[in-house]
Structure formats: C-alpha cells, structure tokens
C-alpha cells in the first residue's frame, strides 16, 4: 500500500516566522513531488513541484526532496497571515506516470 | 487562458435523485480527473480520463456512479440514484498528456438529504 503521511496539524507559527511542511512517502521509487495549498472551502491550488534531490526556490517558498530518506519538505519564509492553509504533499508513484498519491494534509495557521 | 471550469458549484437534493456534474477541462489538456474530497477520506481519485478515453476507473465506488467525456472539452459524472453518503466536495482536474502537475477546477460541493 503506497502512502503519503503528513502530521495533521494544526502547525501554529507566528507572522514573519519560517513554516515547516514535512512528508513521507513509502514508495521508494516515486519522481515527482507537488505541494498543493488549498484554502477552507476551495479547490487545492499547485504551489510546487520538485523532481530531483535538493532545494527548488520560488519566492517564499523552498521544496526540499531527499529520496534516501523519503522525505519532501516545504518551507516558508516570512510566513503571513494569507498562507494559512491547508497544505497537501502528491507524489507520483513509480509505476505510473498518471496517479498522484495524496497526503491527508498539514493544516497551517499563521498567528499575527 | 481559463482554468478548469465546473458547474454547478453547490447542488442540493434529495436521495435517489440522480446527480450530474460537469467539468470544461483546460485548453489543450487532454487527460482529465475526477477526484472526491472528505473530511474523513481526503482527496480520492475516482476516474481518469486520457484522449477521452477512460483510462482507470478503479476508484468509482459502485455502479451508482458514472463518468463520460464524449469530447476533448467536456465530461460528466453521474450519480443515480443517490444517497446520503455520497455527500462531498467533487474535483475535476487536468493535466497534459497525463503528466504532472494536476490543475483543479472550483469543485461542486454536493449535499444529498
């Protein structure tokens, strides 16, 4: 049974701290990894997509992937009161180039 | 370019009522998915769609459901008859050529009294 685990949360950090998103994946050899953020009552919204092995930047946001370890990880700079959220970890199992494997989710509150 | 357009947005009835919703996939994309959202189950992917074709349908949990994609840029899904149980948030997202990643529509957050 390949799973995606994520601490349900809710994660509290405070306004211009950095957020910490992790996941662990049980399919040792899954490509890809997206996080999604999904607002209450919306539809998940793609906020990063990360393949290889390292850190990936985009703007606030940094993916980490370390497949030996099987952990990806999302990190927030400067976290505001906007990005509190829900945030799904997908990864795409080995064997299809199709599927996404879902997280159950990491609720994030960000405290003024 | 417009997302992934679903209708309607929230649907109210009665069980046994039959049930329909429809997804406008993005421009150019042609694989398309239909996923359930609940509290208790989280995001479940019921049926994917490539070419139109229907590709893996593993995940309709019975027969009371059905989905169909007559053309590149519009499918449905059908419940009928309904229930109770069946109440939840529904997604329709695509992507092109099957690869990630996954672009999702508004939803249609159905409730069955």
């Known amino acids: 049974q390949k799973e995606v685990e994520q601490n349900s949360g809710p994660l509290s950090v405070p306004e211009g701290a950095i957020a910490s998103l992790n996941c662990t994946y049980s399919?040792?050899?899954?490509?890809?990894f997206f996080w999604y953020r999904q607002y209450s009552g919306k539809s998940p919204e793609l906020i990063m997509f990360?393949?290889s092995n390292g850190d990936k930047e985009d703007g606030r946001f940094t993916a980490q992937l370390n497949k030996a370890s099987q952990y990806v990880s999302l990190l927030i700079r400067d976290s505001q009161p906007s990005d509190s959220a829900t945030y799904l970890c997908?990864?795409?199992?080995?064997?299809?180039?199709?599927?996404?494997?879902w997280g159950a989710g990491t609720k994030l509150i960000i405290k003024p | 370019d417009a997302g992934v357009i679903q209708s309607p947005r929230h649907e109210v009835t009665e069980m046994g009522q039959e049930v329909t919703l429809r997804c406008k996939p993005i421009?150019?994309?042609?694989?398309l998915f239909w996923y359930r959202q609940t509290m208790m189950r989280g995001l479940e992917l019921l049926i994917y769609?490539?070419?139109?074709?229907?590709?893996?349908d593993s995940g309709m949990p019975e027969d009371r459901f059905s989905a169909k994609m007559p053309n590149a840029s519009f499918s449905t899904l059908k419940i009928q008859p309904s229930e109770p149980r069946d109440s939840a948030v529904y997604f329709c997202?695509?992507?092109?050529?099957?690869?990630?990643?996954?672009?999702f529509g508004d939803g249609t957050r159905l409730s069955i009294l």
């Open positions: 997202a695509s992507t092109r050529d099957g690869y990630q990643p996954q672009h």
């Open positions: 421009s150019g994309h042609n694989s």
């Open positions: 769609f490539n070419n139109n074709v229907p590709i893996d």
């Open positions: 399919d040792r050899g899954s490509q890809s």
């Open positions: 990360i393949y």
């Open positions: 997908a990864v795409t199992p080995m064997d299809s180039n199709y599927q996404l494997i």
